[in-house]
């Protein structure tokens, strides 16, 4: 096995990365505090957000990342989630809640293709076929949901933690 260091003097955004993920092209995508990188192999493209484009990151503290069985990235941002447009090279932010955003913990994608999410403010779960976001924020027992995982019997696990008071 061979191994490759990388640092900020290679490309990478910052030193703290978060989350990993590899496209079905082979890219490296890397989620840092201060950006997300893809790696081609020889060099770093960084994303980040902009205050003044809508199709930036929705944050650079990237949590956690995830490609689906279609090969789309997925990004959990310390502000929600998004998903990459490889066509058009930029991201779509989807809202989980009108009220507010909130970290991204987890992505997850279960046998039926549907993209589940844990975050700071629940549980949530995208039906890509019907295009609609479906809140479990009142039926799980914590509110900050880590992982997401499905047995064998399409029944699903959740990692969780209640919110602590001020």
Same mark, same amino acid.
């Given at each position: ?9 290679q ?7 978060i989350s ?10 890397i989620?840092?505090?201060?950006g997300?990188?893809?790696?081609d ?21 990237? %949590?956690? #990342?995830?490609?689906d069985?279609? /090969?789309? *990235? ?8 998004? =998903?990459?447009? !490889? ?5 779509d932010? %989807?809202? #989980?809640?009108?009220?507010?955003? /909130?970290? *991204? ?8 293709? =549907?993209?589940w !999410?844990?975050?700071i403010?629940?549980?949530f779960?995208m039906d890509?076929k ?6 479990f ?16 019997k399409?029944?699903?696990?959740l ?8």
């Amino acid at each position: 096995m061979s191994f490759h260091h990388f640092s900020v003097e290679q490309g990478l955004p910052n030193y703290s990365v978060i989350s990993l993920t590899q496209d079905k092209l082979g890219f490296m995508w890397i989620g840092t505090v201060d950006g997300l990188c893809r790696y081609d192999g020889l060099r770093f493209k960084v994303y980040r957000y902009n205050a003044k484009d809508s199709t930036s990151l929705s944050s650079n503290h990237v %949590i956690s #990342l995830f490609t689906d069985s279609k /090969g789309v *990235v997925w990004a959990g941002t310390s502000a929600g989630l998004n =998903r990459y447009n !490889v066509k058009l090279d930029r991201f779509d932010r %989807i809202p #989980l809640n009108k009220a507010r955003a /909130g970290g *991204v913990f987890c992505i997850y994608e279960d046998s039926q293709e =549907r993209i589940w !999410v844990g975050s700071i403010i629940g549980l949530f779960m995208m039906d890509e076929k019907g295009g609609s976001v479906v809140s479990f924020q009142n039926k799980t027992a914590g509110n900050i949901i880590k992982a997401i995982s499905e047995d064998k019997k399409n029944g699903y696990g959740l990692a969780q933690t209640r919110d602590l008071p001020a």
